[in-house]
């Protein structure tokens, strides 16, 4: 059995929030390969409840009662593209002395799969990589995620990689092990959630892409098409997370209101009794909130609703 360690690396920035953010991709990863007989190891470096963190960091963060909060940070020094920003540069996540200290104690593995974020957080990415690299010199390294999808030929320049994976890992991830076999979207295993130590929220998925194409959206270059999951499976696997004390549950969907089966999934969430507090951080189309849409989403338990409302004057949308 081929041992595999999967990282999400720091995030640089000005700011930073936890607004129910977990690396959804790779936990799609981390199911895929360990139900292809790999094992699996995760390495969240935004988990504020690692082990190693909370022995040697005193005075974290806390959450709020949706399970949102501020990342531990530091300052860093800017890059100089950055140096007239009069604003302090952070790196968010775990300290790197928590780093090496988890990477000195874990067996080496016999490839190292890291994801990406914003396509701006590259920084953190490649000083990731780099840490990494201090401790495991003769691993392959491959990036994934939305920058090395965006951004691939920027990715193999500057992240350190050894490979760079644009694209689904469902359909590429064959290429480099063997054991693991093409997937379609509508089939994946549930998000490996299982493998943090304690979750004050899970991430759900009912369909990928989006039925609009707007010219300032990444979605479109990052998905083919709007795809849907079955109603049940959804149900299911908001059941799972149920089981595993999961209190709070964030749809992850770019347009969420659009699929067509949305309406069928909350009817299953209050017909199972599925009395969780969801959260809907990616924002909705207001225009699909009619009555009876608003009524079903208070009666299935909606805790939050963001609008993705940016202005509603004519000229503006169009320029």
């Not at 304690?198 to 998925?205: M, S």
Request: hydrophobic residues 40%; proline residues 7%.
């Amino acid at each position: 059995m081929k041992k595999l360690l999967l990282v999400n690396p720091w995030i640089y920035d000005f700011k930073a929030f936890d607004f129910w953010m977990k690396p959804m991709g790779l936990l799609y990863v981390a199911s895929m390969l360990r139900n292809s007989g790999y094992e699996v190891t995760l390495l969240d470096c935004l988990d504020r409840y690692h082990p190693v963190l909370l022995k040697e960091v005193d005075n974290l963060p806390k959450v709020d009662k949706y399970g949102r909060g501020k990342f531990y940070a530091e300052e860093i020094e800017k890059p100089d593209l950055l140096k007239k920003v009069k604003r302090i540069f952070k790196r968010y996540g775990m300290p790197k002395a928590v780093l090496h200290e988890i990477l000195e104690n874990t067996e080496p593995p016999d490839a190292i799969l890291v994801t990406s974020m914003m396509t701006y957080w590259y920084l953190g990415v490649a000083d990731a990589i780099k840490t990494i690299k201090e401790h495991f010199p003769e691993i392959p390294v491959i990036l994934g995620g939305i920058y090395a999808t965006l951004c691939p030929d920027h990715a193999k320049k500057h992240s350190g990689a050894d490979i760079v994976m644009p694209g689904f890992a469902e359909r590429n991830l064959f290429s480099f092990f063997t054991k693991f076999k093409p997937l379609e979207f509508e089939k994946l295993p549930f998000p490996a959630f299982d493998l943090y130590s304690k979750l004050d929220y899970a991430c759900v998925l009912t369909a990928r892409g989006c039925p609009f194409k707007c010219s300032y959206c990444a979605v479109p270059k990052l998905c083919d098409g709007f795809i849907f999951r079955p109603p049940d499976s959804v149900l299911d696997e908001i059941e799972y997370y149920k089981s595993l004390g999961v209190n709070h549950i964030a749809f992850y969907d770019d347009a969420l209101l659009a699929n067509p089966n949305f309406s069928q999934i909350l009817d299953g969430i209050i017909q199972r009794g599925l009395k969780l507090s969801y959260h809907t951080p990616n924002g909705l189309h207001p225009r699909f909130i009619d009555q009876e849409m608003a009524y079903k989403l208070f009666e299935a338990g909606f805790s939050t609703l963001y609008l993705s409302l940016e202005t509603v004057d004519p000229k503006t949308q169009k320029m």
